[in-house]
């Protein structure tokens, strides 16, 4: 599950001219202590963006992952994205939620960023179960047409692909007028939504469960969210 949907991303990235970079050592893939579940990293230059990041984990049938987060130049105000899809297979249920993550809730701010996503929405029903959060805070990061969609096999295997087709063609169309948020308060609000995100992540039990704790901990502050990546250079690919 879900590896058309890495590959489809990863063409896309390629066809914004993106370029693999190195993931720290240790990091871009690791074995499951109990032996049953791998996890791989990748990390992106693309242009427009400081950061872009994939993760995809793979425990069979009991669970599949595929997460992603992109983090736009400092001289860019556009919506952090963040995608984030599991698949249990044993019982059968997809948890997927794709959002434009705002960096303010505010009015101009959507008018300029959200047109497309309120039409997906529109259009996608199944993906409008956002009432159905419950550790994270909806007004924080999270804009009012984030798709959410807890459902089964039938919407993983053929609303997703076409949600998360669109979802991601959208996220690139995104206008590129002039920032209105300083590159210095566009750096604050993206490292205060690292911080968010790594205090509210639900999976850093389940990392700690699969992977040990040293290792998920580090995964966390170095990888996932490590706040501002400015200060350590990553070489290319
Ligand atoms: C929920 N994400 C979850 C859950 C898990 C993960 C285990 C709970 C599933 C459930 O509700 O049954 C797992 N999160 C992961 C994993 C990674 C991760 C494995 O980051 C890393 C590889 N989460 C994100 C991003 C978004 C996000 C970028 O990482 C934004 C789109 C959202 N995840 C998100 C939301 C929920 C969730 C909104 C539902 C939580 C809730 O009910 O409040």
Same mark, same amino acid.
């Given at each position: 599950?879900?590896?058309?949907?890495?590959?489809?991303? /990863?063409?896309?990235?390629?066809?914004?001219?993106?370029?693999?970079?190195?993931?720290?050592?240790?990091?871009?893939?690791?074995?499951?202590?109990?032996?049953?579940?791998? $996890?791989?990293?990748?990390? %992106?230059?693309?242009?427009?963006? +400081?950061? %872009?990041?994939?993760?995809?984990?793979?425990?069979?049938?009991?669970?599949?992952?595929?997460?992603?987060?992109?983090?736009?130049?400092?001289?860019?105000?556009? @919506? $952090?994205?963040? $995608?984030?899809?599991?698949?249990?297979? =044993? +019982?059968?249920?997809?948890?997927?939620? =794709?959002?434009?993550? @705002?960096?303010?809730?505010?009015?101009?701010?959507?008018?300029?960023?959200? @047109?497309?996503?309120?039409?997906?929405?529109?259009?996608?029903?199944?993906? /409008?179960?956002?009432?159905?959060? +419950?550790?994270?805070?909806?007004?924080?990061?999270?804009?009012? %047409?984030?798709?959410?969609?807890?459902?089964?096999?039938?919407?993983?295997?053929?609303?997703?692909?076409?949600? #998360?087709?669109?979802?991601?063609? /959208?996220?690139?169309?995104?206008?590129?007028?002039?920032?209105?948020?300083?590159?210095?308060?566009? +750096?604050?609000?993206?490292?205060?939504?690292?911080?968010?995100?790594?205090? /509210?992540? @639900?999976?850093?039990?389940?990392?700690?469960?699969? #992977?040990?704790?040293? %290792?998920?901990?580090?995964?966390?502050?170095?990888?996932?969210?490590?706040?501002?990546?400015?200060?350590?250079? #990553?070489?290319?690919?």
């Amino acid at each position: 599950m879900f590896d058309s949907l890495l590959e489809e991303l /990863n063409q896309s990235l390629i066809l914004n001219k993106g370029v693999l970079l190195r993931v720290p050592e240790g990091l871009s893939e690791r074995y499951s202590l109990k032996g049953q579940g791998v $996890i791989r990293s990748w990390l %992106w230059d693309v242009p427009g963006f +400081r950061r %872009w990041r994939v993760t995809r984990m793979d425990v069979g049938e009991k669970l599949q992952v595929f997460n992603s987060v992109a983090y736009p130049s400092y001289e860019k105000d556009q @919506p $952090i994205m963040g $995608i984030d899809l599991l698949w249990f297979g =044993l +019982r059968g249920k997809l948890v997927a939620i =794709l959002d434009f993550q @705002p960096l303010l809730q505010e009015q101009d701010y959507f008018d300029k960023y959200y @047109p497309g996503l309120k039409l997906l929405r529109d259009r996608y029903q199944e993906f /409008n179960d956002q009432a159905t959060m +419950r550790t994270y805070d909806m007004n924080k990061y999270f804009s009012p %047409w984030v798709l959410l969609c807890r459902g089964g096999i039938k919407e993983a295997r053929t609303t997703l692909p076409l949600v #998360f087709n669109e979802f991601v063609d /959208n996220y690139f169309q995104l206008p590129q007028t002039e920032s209105s948020i300083k590159p210095q308060m566009v +750096r604050k609000l993206q490292i205060s939504y690292d911080i968010y995100s790594a205090e /509210n992540d @639900p999976a850093h039990g389940l990392f700690k469960s699969y #992977f040990g704790k040293d %290792w998920a901990d580090r995964f966390l502050k170095e990888f996932l969210f490590p706040q501002d990546i400015s200060r350590s250079g #990553f070489e290319e690919y």
